[in-house]
């Protein structure tokens, strides 16, 4: 894509029971062959829209600036590029309750954010697939920190009818380990893009909790 629209959408079903949960409709722009930025809506199974992020990569396609908001109850959290290394990383669970921010170091070039982490993905492939283990620091704004994670290849299949790349995501401390679940994911390998995803979501339940999800993934 050199300049235009790039339209996609995910299925989020609920990993325990199937039971569909939201999708989420992807609207990336591009300029020049660059993915300048994304707007992603999210709709209940009734197709009410109940929240909206909107991604910006122009100043660092891995440390995207970012911003969810959740209509329902509020919630927001995001990320802001300042000087050097530092992030501004902010979040609030309610609307009643005030914005908490805080400015982190990234720490260097092995860091990503938000949508910014399927650019890390593409950025290191060859690795990946190599079966390399690959530390990085990746920015949680909720908790206005960084945690050290580890990405690394499980196998390389078909996922539906296509050549795919199955990565794991994990947190490298052992002892946070016991409370941050592994997050799955499936890349076409021809593409690089996403089409499958495992784990914990961005978006919460009714009870502020985060969803635990399958996402699956689809152009159109």
Sequence with gaps: METGKIRFNGTAYDLETGNLLYRDFHEETWESGRHISSIITYKDPNGKTFAKK???F???RTLPEFQLEDYRDGYLEGGILQKGNLVKLFFRRKLEDAIQEKSVDSGNHLSAMDGGFDYFVIDHWDELRAGK???FNFLVPVETDKFEFVAEKTKEGEYKGKPALFLRLKIANAILSVFVKPIDLVYDIESKRIMEFRGTSNINDENGKSY?????????
Excluded: D, M
């Design 54 to 56: 909107r991604i910006s």
């Design 212 to 220: 635990k999800v399958k996402i699956v993934y689809g152009f159109r």
């Design 133 to 135: 283990k690959i530390k």
């Design 58 to 60: 122009l100043q660092n």
